[in-house]
Nanobody
Framework: QVQLVESGGGLVQAGGSLRLSCAAS????????MGWFHQPPGKEREFVAA???????YYADSVKGRFTISRDNAKNTVYLQMNSLKPEDTAVYYC????????????????????WGQGTQVTVSS
């Protein structure tokens, strides 16, 4: 079992930055694909970014060039650096982990993830 705890959410003005953190425990974090998803008000949960055990990164088109996902295996933590934030980024952000995700595009499929954090609210004001 893997436990995930997000932190770093909050209120920020458009154009500002936030860094989300996801601390993992209870498993070998370096062996998992780690992903970030968000759920805007009234919408379905959507893929944001993911990072593989080999440090390959993947991003939704809407955040490319603005967000950066990274991981620190020594600290068993994954980060999402969010720059140039827009009001449309307002959502609850969830950290997720999956131990086996080999097929094309599986990193972007929420149904493939086995473990989820509680979520952290990000609000971007105009």
């Amino acid at each position: 079992q893997v436990q995930l705890v997000e932190s770093g959410g909050g209120l920020v003005q458009a154009g500002g930055s936030l860094r989300l953190s996801c601390a993992a425990s209870g498993g070998t974090g370096s062996s998992y694909v780690m992903g970030w998803f968000h759920q805007p008000p009234g919408k379905e949960r959507e893929f944001v970014a993911a990072i593989s055990r080999y440090a390959s990164t993947y991003y939704a088109d809407s955040v490319k060039g603005r967000f950066t996902i990274s991981r620190d295996n020594a600290k068993n933590t994954v980060y999402l650096q969010m720059n140039s934030l827009k009001p449309e980024d307002t959502a609850v952000y969830y950290c997720a982990a999956v131990g086996y995700c080999p097929e094309s595009g599986c990193y972007a499929n929420a149904a493939r993830y086995n473990y989820w954090g509680q979520g952290t609210q990000v609000t971007v004001s105009s």
